[in-house]
């Protein structure tokens, strides 16, 4: 028995429970070329290209300020690591003396 997906509709499993190999080759070439001519239109679509950009253009923004973010904390624990290496103590009742980073 074949497995079908959840995106296809009862109708058309129902209607093609007994299809034959030659009208099931048809329907696979059909299908093919819809969906050839769908990813164009999605291509070609210029709201979609628009929102697209939308997207890309304020995932840029938080992109950016993650990485700094990230950076300053990089930076910062490799400071902290400089001072523990070269034996200052800076601060010695800080509490980073009881935590491990």
């Given at each position: 028995?074949?497995?079908?997906?959840?995106?296809?509709t009862s109708?058309?499993?129902?209607?093609?429970?007994?299809?034959?190999?030659?009208?099931?080759?048809?329907?696979?070439?059909?299908?093919?070329?819809?969906?050839?001519?769908?990813?164009?239109?999605?291509?070609?679509?210029?709201?979609?290209?628009?929102?697209?950009?939308?997207?890309?253009?304020?995932?840029?923004?938080?992109?950016?300020?993650?990485k700094f973010?990230?950076?300053?904390?990089?930076?910062?624990?490799?400071?902290?690591?400089?001072?523990?290496?070269?034996?200052?103590?800076?601060?010695?009742?800080?509490?980073?003396?009881?935590?491990?980073?």
């Amino acid at each position: 028995m074949a497995v079908h997906s959840k995106h296809l509709t009862s109708t058309f499993v129902e209607e093609n429970a007994n299809v034959n190999e030659e009208n099931a080759a048809a329907q696979i070439v059909e299908a093919a070329k819809e969906i050839s001519v769908l990813k164009a239109q999605m291509k070609g679509d210029e709201r979609l290209e628009a929102a697209k950009q939308i997207v890309k253009d304020l995932r840029e923004s938080y992109t950016s300020s993650i990485k700094f973010s990230q950076s300053k904390i990089k930076f910062l624990i490799d400071k902290l690591q400089d001072i523990e290496d070269e034996g200052e103590d800076a601060n010695p009742n800080s509490s980073l003396k009881e935590t491990t980073i």
